[in-house]
Nanobody, 121 residues
Framework: QVQLAESGGGLVQPGGSLRLSCAASGSIFSINFMGWYRRAPGHQREILAT???????NYADSVKGRFTISRDNAKNTVYLQMNSLKPDDTDVYYC???????????????WGQGTQVTVSS
């Protein structure tokens, strides 16, 4: 079993910054894929940024140049540095990881519990 624990959300003024963290724990052999998403109630989930095990990074156009995804493999953690935040960035943010739990086992998709980010003056 694998658990993802998110932290770092909160209230910030427009133009401000926040850093989200998502740490995986449990039975982990390797983490192949890490990503950040957001979804406001009643809206579709939006993929924001992804990073693969070989370091390939992709961003949604809506956050490109403002958000930075990074990972610490030793800590099984993915980060999302969010700068120049706008009120439209207000949402619940979720991390996602594709985890291989044993050397010869399969890979499974896990989600964090979500963390609220509110951008308001």
């Amino acid at each position: 079993q694998v658990q993802l624990a998110e932290s770092g959300g909160g209230l910030v003024q427009p133009g401000g910054s926040l850093r989200l963290s998502c740490a995986a724990s449990g039975s982990i052999f390797s983490i192949n894929f890490m990503g950040w998403y957001r979804r406001a109630p009643g809206h579709q989930r939006e993929i924001l940024a992804t990073i693969t095990s070989d370091g390939t990074i992709n961003y949604a156009d809506s956050v490109k140049g403002r958000f930075t995804i990074s990972r610490d493999n030793a800590k099984n953690t993915v980060y999302l540095q969010m700068n120049s935040l706008k009120p439209d960035d207000t949402d619940v943010y979720y991390c996602n990881m594709l985890v291989t739990t044993t050397r010869f086992g399969g890979s499974y998709n896990y989600w964090g519990q979500g963390t609220q980010v509110t951008v308001s003056s």
